[in-house]
Structures are given as C-alpha cells and as structure tokens.
T-cell receptor, first 113, second 110 residues
Framework: DVKVTQSSRYLVKRTGEKVFLECVQD?????MFWYRQDPGLGLRLIYF???????EKGDIPEGYSVSREKKERFSLILESASTNQTSMYLC????????????FGSGTQLSVL | EDQVTQSPEALRLQEGESSSLNCSYT??????LFWYRQDPGKGPEFLFT???AGEEKEKERLKATLTKKESFLHITAPKPEDSATYLC???????????FGGGTRVLVKP
C-alpha cells in the first residue's frame, strides 16, 4: 500500500515562528502536493512538485514556500507563521501521468497562536 | 473561474435509507471528475474517476454518475460505516491540478 507520512499530527506555533511541515512517501511517486483544508472552503492547493528540485505555485502560495531535495520528501515552509495560517495541512502524492488519483497523508493540524 | 459546488453540506440518514449527493461544476473542458472519501482525522481516500457524460462507476453501496454539468454519488442502503465526508474534484483538459468542492458530511445512524 502507498504510504504518505506527515511528520506531525498536531502542531502549535506562535505568530512569527518559522514552521516546517514534512511529508514523506514510500512509493517512488514523481508528483507531490501540499493542500490546506478549511471548513466551508474545501481543499486548496498551495504548492506542487513534479520532480526533484522542481516546484510550482498552486492557488494560494502566498506566505508559503516548499523544498524538494529528494524524490520521496516534500517540505512545506511557513516563513513567518500568522494566525490565518491555522488550518489542516494535507500532503499528497501520485505517480507520473496520474496526477488525478492522489494518495493523501493523514494531515497536520496546525494552530498558530 | 473553475467552480465545484457540493450539496447538501450535511446529510443525516437512517441505516438502509438510500440517498444521493450532488456535485455541480463549471469548468471549461472537463478532463475528469473524481470522488474521494474522508474519514475524521484522516486524509481523503480515492473512490472513483469519471471521464465522460453517461459514465457510471460502482463500489459496494456507492455508485457515481456523470452528466455534462454535474455528478451524483448514490448511496444505496447505507450502513453506519459509510459515515464520512465525500469530496468531489475536477480537472480540466488544459490543466494539471484538481479543484475540490467543499464536501458533503454524511452521517448514517443505526
């Protein structure tokens, strides 16, 4: 089975802190994605990557950056956390040519105080 | 702008009471429509992909259908374990990313 592992289930940070959310997949997928999920707004795409060291902006990239140094790992970085970044963050992966069928991690609930 | 709207937002059913969830979309050149299931505290899990109007897919008590403007997810004789949030998403022919709807929370009571 495909496994997408997110490093933390719950995270509490203070405004202004730099936050790293880590995601690792074990199925050699080329594509990786970061979404945030908010009540009433559904899933919104932050960033995605189709290859190592490659990244593309999604629909809401402001305030975020990403890093993909290895194929299996995709990190989301909040350079200076703000309260409006309190959300559920979901990482997903998919094989090349199949970006529709995504495999999701269990999510990280981030609270910024 | 691409839009995906799911209704109702929430649905309470008695065990065995069949019902349907709606996903309406506006997108130029649909390439595919996808249904996911999300349990509390977990990430979404893929259910179906539909590519063309008239197509149907089935899995256990779930059946997904597609028209040119909307998709339905029919739940036949649901059981409590069908309780979850069901998400719909679309991808357009010229695009490379999914656009999700807000989801429908389904609660099936025994």
């Amino acid at each position: 089975d495909v496994k997408v592992t997110q490093s933390s289930r719950y995270l509490v940070k203070r405004t202004g802190e730099k936050v790293f959310l880590e995601c690792v997949q074990d199925m050699d997928h080329e594509n990786m994605f970061w979404y945030r999920q908010d009540p009433g707004l559904g899933l919104r795409l932050i960033y995605f990557s189709y290859d190592v060291k490659m990244k593309e902006k999604g629909d809401i990239p402001e305030g975020y950056s990403v890093s993909r140094e290895k194929k299996e790992r995709f990190s989301l970085i909040l350079e200076s956390a703000s309260t409006n970044q309190t959300s559920m963050y979901l990482c997903a992966s998919s094989p090349s040519g199949s970006d529709e069928k995504l495999f999701f991690g269990s999510g990280t609930q981030l609270s910024v105080l | 702008e691409d839009q995906v709207t799911q209704s109702p937002e929430a649905l309470r059913l008695q065990e065995g009471e069949s019902s349907s969830l709606n996903c309406s979309y506006t997108v130029s050149g649909l390439r595919g429509l996808f249904w996911y299931r999300q349990d509390p505290g977990k990430g979404p899990e893929f259910l179906f992909t539909l590519y063309s109007a008239g197509e149907e897919k089935e899995k256990e008590r779930l059946k997904a259908t597609l028209t040119k403007k909307e998709s339905f997810l029919h739940i036949t004789a649901p059981k409590p374990e069908d309780s979850a949030t069901y998400l719909c998403a679309v991808i357009k022919a010229a695009g490379n990313k999914l656009t999700f709807g807000g989801g429908t929370r389904v609660l099936v009571k025994p």
